[in-house]
């Protein structure tokens, strides 16, 4: 993981905004980069200002937007039998792609935009989604509202406490969960506030 980090930040310190894309946009597409120490140390370089914080949230939200898509064409198209065969290729998961295939079986489209903050289960949903068919539209809208939130606070953690990235990257794996905790509950009371309304 210290390796991964340290790959990481080097090519985004070399690379800036495209690095960060394609982090994310691997990411995204079932290749398990730490979203936490990408986004984070994004912020970071856009404090030192290496690189522009809005630029970087942008490539961020495209990155991940596009691997998305990616692996949810090649669930829709290659399904479960092209991973299974491929998948020790990119590091591919079947304990964590099984989790989010009983995630999106039990909860179906709503599981994309929670799990967008749900460690190691965001980097596998997209799959299963593909697999099952979801209307593309409403895949692309569930997986863009979650990415937004994810990619920006990240980001702006970085930022803010640029000084101390050290600790950042010391407590990245703590922070993730402590992010996916509150996103999950600002989730849940909007979807209550939903169903109350549309009860009345």
């Given at each position: ?7 990481l ?35 970071f ?12 949230v ?29 998948g ?40 299963p ?59 849940v ?12």
């Amino acid at each position: 993981m210290h390796n991964m980090s340290v790959f990481l930040e080097h090519a985004i310190t070399q690379y800036g905004v495209f690095a960060v894309f394609l982090a994310m946009l691997l990411e995204s597409a079932c290749i398990p980069l730490p979203s936490e120490v990408v986004m984070p140390f994004a912020g970071f370089e856009a404090w030192l200002g290496h690189i522009s914080f809005v630029e970087a949230v942008i490539a961020g939200i495209l990155g991940n937007l596009v691997g998305s898509l990616i692996a949810y064409a090649i669930g829709k198209w290659g399904g479960r039998p092209l991973l299974a065969r491929y998948g020790r290729y990119v590091l591919f998961s079947e304990r964590h792609f099984a989790s989010a295939e009983r995630w999106f079986s039990r909860y179906g489209g709503i599981t994309v935009l929670i799990a967008r903050i749900l460690p190691a289960i965001r980097t596998f949903i997209s799959l299963p989604a593909g697999i099952a068919k979801m209307n593309l539209g409403k895949f692309t809208i569930f997986t863009t509202i979650g990415i937004i939130p994810w990619v920006y606070i990240l980001s702006e953690v970085g930022y803010q406490l640029g000084k101390n990235w050290s600790v950042i990257e010391s407590h990245s794996h703590a922070l993730t969960y402590l992010f996916a905790v509150v996103l999950i509950v600002a989730v849940v009371l909007f979807w209550m506030r939903n169903r109350q309304m549309q009860s009345k």
